[in-house]
């Protein structure tokens, strides 16, 4: 788990997959080759943590150089999904694969989509920005041996830059719209052939893309930097030490969510048929019952008058790109990640030692009611707007808080060999202990009053607080994976893991009392692996078909839940790929098709102030394509597409679930009235995060200007996919529509490449994109809090190279 980002929360036939269009920006090289030929380059990746062509790999791989990201303007990892087969992001540090991610809600689960720094699970972010970043490799599908736990819908590894032998470096400057400043840079010091030193930086500062028109400010902007050094030591030919040290630090008004969506109803608040930009029914609303009992009760009516509703009136902007809230969303944080890698080689052994280190903080702030209430008290009233700030106001505000912090210490040694001969292996073991606490607060006046008048209740008690101290994880493994080539064409790889996790934490709900702390742990174990059968019919043409075990480990759920623990997830995945290239090597397909049989799935269900994970299994089933050509001097095509077929198993008898926001436990004709409890067990159900299709197509064509040794190159990029649910549920609210981007730029460069002019403009067509719809608690109404891709941006980029 990313403490620092905490919330709360194959079969199919070789011509079937021939026929979907294929990605392939990861091949990047081939514009660079322009110039003689137009022949494909070779991408070279370590996704078997050992140095190979990506295309005798036989894992499905999206692999993106330093290059790629420069010239497809690639700036993170909410870029990088835009050109990855069934890659989505749903949150700040929510990536799913193949729809596997974390749909959990507990301080101990943890993401099924491993995001790696270097190879260790170090707490990269999916929101920080690439800078200085040498390739980034996007593994599909199970990666159970060699990275181990939390892999089982695959990784996302970002390889920063290493020093090399020499002087150089680079700085790249960008202004845009939104005021949009960013900097990023590196220097390389190669001061011999023993030891290097490269210094690198990055800096963003922007306004907000969202206008908050009760404050009339903008918010959802940026203030972030950060600064790295890597240091590379060589002290003999078989010996390398590699060392980076990375701090970054943000002080924006980063939005958690950035719109509310609601039709307002009596009893639950908002619709579970329809959205729209009301505020809630407070009929349905917890703290308007609160408030109702304490001014009868506490204040004998003086305190507003009798029926009076705190939402009513308030403003909520159809424009999704405005909202209407008295308290600005402020994010803080910082995080600094250490890695240390250390390889000796022993003739034809390679001994490497891995050691990684992260530590942050984080806090994020906004409005609790997400509104400006016209409401007011009769009477000024005394109350904590938040956890520094008290006032006395007639107003009624109410704000919410999510404080997080963390650290990380990641161990690995490992043995790779280079025999002369069919045999090779991979054998190693590791070590992964984690720990943070974490704390989502809400400040409400209506709670705070009720608990200080009339309960009499201590400070502590004021305020709803979902209160994690020393959240732990610890975990060993031991591993290995054996390659033999069976002839000079065919090769058989068998790996196999053991995984042993330790969870503990300690918790509380203070909600109108103050209990003490309870402990829970839990420990889980599991055998995985793979075995892989890959044939090469030619030097450009491999086909493959493997089969492996996925595990996640199982966790704690929330104090005084009625299920206290969580079992792990478990993936028997089956994949066959071909990867070709054709036509003197100028076109380059790659096709992959899976059948996942999942078990134990978990899902996070809301309950009023309490959350608990479930399990459950599914079936997941696809298809997927990469395609890039480059058929003339100067012209490059790619394109991908993928098929994504997901289904739930169902919850046994007795343990079914139940939805607060069911539209079946809603009579909406006449007054509306809410039924009894209706309980599901969401057999037949779509995964949540888990679009049917997706295409991504995009074209550059490089032209010279004259005898000046400047060229010009025109690129285009779209990518579409179809819609998804949100929720397990699968309710017609949880349906978000499809959605597509379309980004373009124009770059002027020297005959050496060394200054780069760039125009450039992202969501051609200004669509207000959500990718993510999260439901409230039924207690403030069950209102929706919309998550939007960035609006129309453009600017002007300038990159110098020495």
């Known amino acids: 788990m990313n403490y620092l980002n905490l919330r709360g929360y194959l079969i199919g036939s070789a011509a079937a997959v021939a026929m979907m269009?294929?990605?392939?920006?990861?091949?990047?090289?081939?514009?660079?080759?322009?110039?003689?030929?137009?022949?494909?380059?070779?991408?070279?990746?370590?996704?078997?943590?050992?140095?190979?062509?990506?295309?005798?790999?036989?894992?499905?791989?999206?692999?993106?150089?330093?290059?790629?990201?420069?010239?497809?303007?690639?700036?993170?990892?909410l870029d990088l999904q835009l050109q990855v087969p069934n890659l989505l992001i749903v949150g700040n540090d929510r990536p799913t694969l193949r729809g596997i991610g974390n749909n959990a809600i507990s301080s101990t689960a943890d993401n099924g989509t491993g995001v790696l720094l270097n190879f260790a699970p170090v707490g990269f972010?999916?929101?920080?920005?690439?800078?200085?970043?040498?390739?980034?490799?996007?593994?599909?599908?199970?990666?159970?041996?060699?990275?181990?736990?939390?892999?089982?819908?695959?990784?996302?590894?970002?390889?920063?830059?290493?020093p090399e032998e020499g002087f150089g470096g680079y700085v790249t400057a960008q202004y845009g719209s939104f005021d949009t400043k960013r900097v990023h840079g590196a220097l390389n010091l190669g001061f011999d052939d023993v030891v290097q030193l490269r210094l690198a930086g990055f800096y963003l500062n922007r306004?907000?893309?969202?206008?908050?028109?009760?404050?009339?400010?903008?918010?959802?902007?940026?203030?972030?930097?950060?600064?790295?050094?890597?240091?590379?030591?060589?002290?003999?030919?078989?010996?390398?030490?590699?060392?980076?040290?990375?701090?970054?630090?943000e002080d924006s008004s980063r939005s958690r969510e950035n719109k509310r969506l609601c039709k307002a109803t009596p009893v639950l608040g908002c619709s579970p048929v329809e959205l729209g930009f009301d505020s809630p029914d407070t009929s349905g609303v917890l703290?308007?019952?609160?408030?109702?009992?304490?001014?009868?009760?506490?204040?004998?009516?003086?305190?507003?008058?009798?029926?009076?509703?705190?939402?009513?009136g308030a403003q909520n902007p159809t424009d999704l790109r405005k909202v209407a809230t008295d308290y600005d969303s402020r994010f803080v944080g910082r995080q600094t990640n250490v890695t240390a890698e250390i390889s000796q080689k022993f003739g034809p052994i390679t001994l490497l030692s891995l050691t990684a280190f992260s530590k942050g903080r984080s806090e994020a702030r906004t409005d609790f009611d997400n509104a400006v209430l016209p409401f007011r008290f009769s009477i000024p009233v005394t109350y904590n707007l938040d956890r520094e700030t008290t006032v006395t106001t007639t107003e009624l505000r109410a704000t919410d808080s999510f404080v997080a912090s963390g650290r990380t210490y990641y161990q690995e040694f490992r043995a790779v060999s280079d025999f002369d001969g069919a045999f090779d292996f991979t054998a190693g073991i590791n070590f992964f202990n984690t720990k943070g606490d974490a704390s989502f607060q809400i400040y409400h006046p209506g709670l705070e009053l009720f608990a200080r008048v009339l309960r009499g209740l201590p400070q502590q008690a004021w305020s709803f607080n979902a209160d994690?101290?020393?959240?732990?994880?610890?975990?060993?493994?031991?591993?290995?994976?054996?390659?033999?080539?069976?002839?000079?064409?065919?090769?058989?790889?068998?790996?196999?893991?053991?995984?042993?996790?330790?969870?503990?934490?300690?918790?509380?709900?203070?909600?109108?009392?103050?209990?003490?702390?309870?402990?829970?742990?839990?420990?889980?174990?599991?055998?995985?692996?793979?075995?892989?059968?890959?044939?090469?019919?030619?030097?450009?043409?491999?086909?493959?078909?493997?089969?492996?075990?996925?595990?996640?480990?199982?966790?704690?759920?929330?104090?005084?839940?009625?299920?206290?623990?969580?079992d792990p997830e478990f993936i028997n995945a089956y994949e066959i790929g071909s990867?070709?290239?054709?036509?003197?090597g100028t076109l380059q397909a790659n096709f992959s098709g899976f059948y996942y049989d999942y078990k134990n799935l978990q899902l996070g269900q809301r309950r009023g102030t309490s959350v608990q994970t479930i399990n459950t299994d599914a079936k997941i089933w696809g298809l997927e394509s990469e395609f890039l050509w480059a058929p003339a001097d100067g012209l490059l095509f790619n394109a991908n597409a993928s098929y994504l077929n997901t289904r739930l198993g169902g919850l046994a008898p007795g343990q079914e679930t139940s939805d607060p926001a069911n539209p079946a436990q809603w009579?909406?004709?006449?007054?509306?009235?809410?039924?009894?409890?209706?309980?599901?067990?969401?057999?037949?159900?779509?995964?949540?995060?888990?679009?049917?299709?997706?295409i991504a197509v995009g074209g550059e064509y490089t032209v010279p200007l004259g005898a000046g040794g400047w060229s010009a190159t025109i690129r285009g990029d779209y990518s579409w996919q179809s819609r998804y649910f949100a929720r397990e549920f699968n309710t017609v609210n949880d349906r978000i529509k499809p959605w597509s981007v379309a980004n373009a730029l124009l770059r002027f460069s020297n005959d050496d490449a060394t200054i780069n002019v760039e125009a450039y403009v992202k969501n051609i067509f200004d669509k207000d994109n959500i990718t993510n719809s999260i439901i409230e608690s039924d207690l403030v109404g069950s209102y929706r809090n919309a998550r939007i891709l960035e609006p129309r941006t453009y600017g002007v980029t300038t990159t110098f190279k020495f």
């Not at 990867?579 to 003197?584: E, G």
């Open 287 to 312: 703290f308007q019952t609160l408030l109702n009992a304490t001014n009868a009760f506490g204040f004998g009516g003086t305190l507003f008058p009798t029926g009076a509703s705190i939402y009513a």
């Open 21 to 77: 269009l294929p990605t392939a920006g990861h091949a990047q090289e081939a514009a660079d080759n322009g110039a003689d030929d137009a022949a494909i380059g070779e991408i070279v990746v370590t996704a078997q943590k050992r140095t190979e062509v990506i295309q005798d790999v036989p894992i499905a791989i999206s692999a993106f150089t330093s290059e790629t990201i420069e010239r497809q303007g690639l700036d993170d990892t």
């Open 667 to 694: 009579n909406g004709i006449g007054t509306p009235t809410k039924t009894p409890e209706v309980r599901l067990t969401l057999k037949g159900n779509e995964l949540p995060y888990a679009p049917k299709f997706k």
């Open 468 to 566: 994690t101290r020393d959240a732990s994880t610890k975990s060993f493994a031991a591993f290995g994976e054996a390659y033999y080539k069976l002839s000079d064409a065919t090769k058989v790889t068998l790996g196999i893991r053991y995984t042993k996790d330790k969870k503990s934490t300690r918790g509380r709900t203070i909600f109108l009392s103050v209990p003490a702390f309870t402990e829970l742990a839990g420990e889980y174990d599991a055998f995985t692996g793979r075995a892989v059968i890959d044939h090469k019919l030619t030097d450009d043409n491999l086909l493959y078909a493997s089969f492996s075990r996925g595990f996640k480990g199982g966790g704690l759920n929330a104090i005084g839940s009625a299920l206290p623990t969580f």
């Open 579 to 584: 990867k070709n290239q054709f036509a003197d």
């Open 207 to 249: 306004n907000g893309y969202t206008k908050n028109i009760g404050t009339g400010k903008d918010i959802d902007g940026r203030n972030q930097h950060s600064v790295r050094a890597s240091l590379r030591i060589v002290p003999g030919p078989d010996t390398s030490i590699d060392i980076m040290v990375n701090h970054s630090s």
């Open 125 to 162: 972010r999916s929101q920080d920005e690439y800078f200085d970043v040498e390739r980034v490799e996007v593994l599909r599908g199970p990666q159970g041996t060699l990275y181990g736990r939390n892999t089982t819908g695959g990784t996302i590894n970002l390889i920063t830059q290493k």
